[in-house]
C-alpha cells in the first residue's frame, strides 16, 4: 500500500500566501447586508458630511492578523513584567533620582492613563461603526492596545502606589480634580464627536501630530531617572504608537482621497484638534522642564524637534498636496514655546495644595539649565519670581493661590496665558452665546468656542461646579475630601510624607551599608 | 455652525446663571502683575454693593500679593472697558453679569 498525504483523496489545500491568508481571515469575513440598508447597518458614518465612495480603498498598512496580534502582544508583555517583578523585588524605587520625581508619574497615571481606557472603548465602537472591513480591523487592534496600555501602566506605576502619595485613586481623582479635567474633557469633547472627527482628534491629530512630544522626552525622563519600570511601558507601548501613528495617517489621507468635498471639513478639524491637543501637551511641558530632577531635554528643545521640524518640516509639505495647510495658531504655539512651561509650572506651584503632587522651588542648578535652556526668556521673565516664591518657603510663608482660579471654557486650563507675541500682557477673551457670556483663554480656544457654542457651554468646570456645590462643599478642605486626598498627596515636597520617607528610607541604607550607598 | 448631530442637538450650560440663584460669578484678574499666575474667580450676590465686593473679595484676593502696597489705588476695567463705580451701587446696577471679567491695575 502506497502511503499519501490525503488519505480522504480530496486535493490538497494549497497554502494561502501571506497576504492571502490575512485577507481570508480579515475582509473575507466581511458581507454586503441583505436585509437592511447599508446606510441602516451603518448609520453613524454620514451625518458628520464626510463623503466615502469605495471603502475597500482604505488599507490597514499592518496587516496583522488576531493570532499574530496576540502572540507578539505576549512577548512584550513577558518582557515587560519580568523587569516590573525584577525592580519590585530589589526595590528599585530607590534607585530613583530623587523621591519627587513620582510627582511626573502621577500627573501621567491621573491625566493620561484613564484617557487609554477611554481610546479602548471608542475604537471599539469604531470597529463596529465603520462600513469598511479595513479600517474596523485596524479600529479592534488600536482598541485592544490601549486597553492593554491602560493596563501595563497601572501595574507599572502601582508598585510606587505602595510607597508614595498621590497615586492611590487616581482614577477618581481624573474625574473630580481640577487640572485633570483638562485631559478629561479633551478626551470627552473627541467621544461626543462623530467617527470621522475622532479619528481625525485622537488617530490623526493626537496619535500623529502630538504623540512624540509626549512619549519620546517621557520615556526618555523616564531612564534619566532610574524609572527602568516606566521607560520599559514607554517602550513597550511606543510600537503600538508607531501601528497608531501610521493608522492616523492612513486615515486622513484615505478620507481626503475619496471626495474633495472632506478636505474643508478635515481642515477644520485638523485647526480645531491641534489647538485642543496643544493645551494638553502643556502638561507635558512643565513635566519636561521642571518635574524632573535630572532633566532630559527642554520643552523648547522637544517642540522644535518633534513638531516644527518632523510636523511643520516634514508632514504638512505631505499634506499640502492634498489641500491641507498647517493648523490655525500655530503660529501662536510657536511663540509660547519659549513660555509655556513655566507659566504652567508656576500654576502647579501656586495650586498645587489642592492636585495629586506635590511642587517645590526648583534648586538653583535646575534654574542654570532653564536659564541655559531658555537663553531669551528664563532670566529675563521668570527666574526672579522663583527666587522670590523660595525666599518665601524659607522664611515660612510658602506661597498657595488665595482662592479658585478662573478657567476656560474649551481647554478647561486656568487663565495663564498672555497674548501672542506679549508675554507681558495676560490674555483674557469672551464670547456671548444665547445671551450668556463665556471666559476664553487665547485666539485658539476662542475660535473653537464660536464653532460649536452649542458643544461647549456644556463643559463641566471644576470651579463653577465647586461653586454650585455639586464637590463635596463650599471649602477647600471639603473639596478635597471629595478628591479622596489623603495626607501627603498635596501641597509643599519638601517636609511632604514622599520627602520625609524618601531621606528616612536613604538614611536607613547608608546606617546598614556605610557613607553614600543611600544615593 | 451647529454641532453635527443624529438628533436635535440643544443641552443647557452647566454653569448658566439661573443655577447660583440670586447671586453670581466674577472674575478678578490683576494686568499689570504677574504674580497670580491665574484670575480668580468668586461668587457673590447680585445685590452686592461695589463697597461691599472691594472690601470682601477685591482686597482680600490683591492683599495675598506680596507685592501689593497698603492703600495702593487701582483702575478697572469690566470686560474690556473702562469702569468706575461708587461704594453704595450694586453690582447689577453696575452692569456686572454673570462671569463677567474685572481687570485691574494699579493706579
Given amino acids: 500500500m502506497t502511503a499519501t498525504a490525503n488519505p480522504t483523496g480530496t486535493p490538497k489545500a494549497k497554502k494561502l500566501s501571506m497576504k492571502a491568508r490575512y485577507g481570508a481571515l480579515t475582509r473575507d469575513l466581511d458581507w454586503a447586508p441583505g436585509y437592511v440598508s447599508e446606510e441602516e447597518m451603518y448609520p453613524h458614518t454620514s451625518y458628520e458630511g464626510i463623503k466615502i465612495h469605495d471603502w475597500s480603498k482604505w488599507d490597514d498598512p499592518f496587516r496583522l492578523t488576531v493570532d499574530a496580534y496576540y502572540r507578539y502582544q505576549a512577548e512584550k508583555d513577558k518582557r515587560l513584567y519580568s523587569v516590573l517583578d525584577g525592580f519590585a523585588q530589589s526595590q528599585g524605587h530607590l534607585t530613583l533620582s530623587e523621591g519627587k520625581y513620582l510627582n511626573a508619574m502621577k500627573v501621567f497615571l491621573g491625566g493620561v492613563t484613564p484617557l487609554e481606557y477611554a481610546a479602548h472603548r471608542h475604537f471599539a465602537y469604531l470597529a463596529r461603526q465603520f462600513n469598511g472591513p479595513g479600517p474596523r480591523f485596524a479600529a479592534l487592534c488600536q482598541s485592544i492596545d490601549e486597553m492593554r496600555h491602560a493596563q501595563t501602566e497601572i501595574h507599572t506605576l502601582s508598585n510606587y502606589n505602595k510607597y508614595y502619595q498621590g497615586m492611590h485613586n487616581f482614577a477618581q481623582q481624573h474625574d473630580r480634580v481640577w487640572y485633570l479635567s483638562v485631559t478629561k474633557s479633551y478626551f470627552d469633547d473627541a467621544l461626543s464627536a462623530g467617527p470621522f472627527e475622532f479619528l481625525i482628534a485622537i488617530g490623526f491629530s493626537f496619535e500623529y501630530l502630538l504623540t512624540n512630544l509626549l512619549f519620546v522626552p517621557f520615556m526618555s525622563a523616564a531612564s534619566f531617572n532610574g524609572d527602568l519600570p516606566t521607560m520599559t511601558f514607554g517602550f513597550s507601548a511606543q510600537s503600538d504608537e508607531s501601528r497608531h501613528m501610521t493608522l492616523g495617517l492612513e486615515a486622513i489621507k484615505f478620507i481626503l482621497e475619496q471626495d474633495e468635498a472632506n478636505v474643508p471639513i478635515v481642515q477644520e478639524w485638523v485647526d480645531k484638534w491641534f489647538w485642543r491637543g496643544y493645551r494638553v501637551t502643556g502638561i507635558v511641558s ?14 523648547k528643545e522637544a517642540f522644535e524637534l518633534y513638531f516644527e521640524q518632523q510636523m511643520l518640516g516634514g508632514l504638512f509639505p505631505d499634506l499640502a498636496l492634498y489641500g491641507i495647510k498647517p493648523p490655525k495658531h500655530v503660529d501662536q504655539a510657536i511663540w509660547e514655546k519659549d513660555h509655556l512651561s513655566h507659566w504652567l509650572h508656576d500654576t502647579f506651584y501656586q495650586f498645587s495644595h489642592a492636585a495629586n503632587f506635590t511642587t517645590t522651588v526648583p534648586d538653583t542648578e535646575h534654574l542654570d539649565w532653564l536659564a541655559q535652556a531658555y537663553p531669551d526668556t528664563f532670566n529675563q521673565l521668570y527666574r526672579g519670581k522663583w527666587e522670590e516664591m523660595g525666599k518665601l518657603a524659607e522664611e515660612g510663608n510658602r506661597f498657595f493661590y488665595p482662592g479658585l482660579p478662573q478657567l476656560c471654557q474649551v481647554c478647561q486650563v486656568p487663565m495663564v496665558y498672555c497674548e501672542n507675541g506679549n508675554p507681558h500682557k ?3 477673551y469672551h464670547s456671548e452665546y444665547e445671551g450668556e457670556n463665556y471666559n476664553l483663554c487665547s485666539e485658539g480656544c476662542k475660535w473653537i468656542f464660536d464653532r460649536e457654542p452649542a458643544k461647549f457651554r456644556q463643559a463641566w468646570l471644576p470651579v463653577h461646579q465647586i461653586y454650585q456645590g455639586n464637590c463635596g462643599g463650599p471649602t477647600i478642605p ?34 546598614k551599608l556605610g557613607q553614600g550607598a543611600g544615593h | 455652525m451647529a454641532t453635527p448631530a443624529l438628533y436635535d442637538y440643544n443641552f443647557p450650560s452647566r454653569s448658566a446663571q439661573e443655577l447660583y440663584g440670586d447671586d453670581i460669578l466674577v472674575n478678578m484678574v490683576q494686568t499689570d502683575d504677574m504674580w497670580f499666575r491665574s484670575g480668580a474667580t468668586v461668587r457673590v450676590p447680585k445685590a452686592m454693593t461695589w463697597g461691599d465686593f472691594y472690601q470682601t473679595q477685591f482686597l482680600p ?6 507685592h501689593t502696597k497698603a492703600g495702593q489705588a487701582y483702575s478697572f476695567q469690566l470686560q474690556d472697558v473702562d469702569f468706575t463705580a461708587k461704594d453704595e451701587q450694586t453690582l447689577d446696577e453696575l452692569g456686572v453679569g454673570h462671569k463677567h471679567t474685572f481687570t485691574f491695575a494699579n493706579a
Fill in chain 1, 426 to 428: 495676560r490674555a483674557v
Fill in chain 2, 61 to 66: 484676593y490683591v492683599s495675598a500679593n506680596p
Fill in chain 1, 478 to 511: 471639603d473639596v478635597l475630601e471629595w478628591y479622596g486626598f489623603q495626607e501627603g498627596d498635596s501641597g509643599e515636597y519638601i517636609g511632604s510624607v514622599d520627602h520625609k520617607n524618601w531621606i528616612a528610607r536613604h538614611q536607613m541604607i547608608e546606617d
Fill in chain 1, 286 to 299: 512643565q513635566m519636561l522642564d521642571y518635574q524632573l530632577p535630572r532633566p532630559v531635554m527642554s520643552w
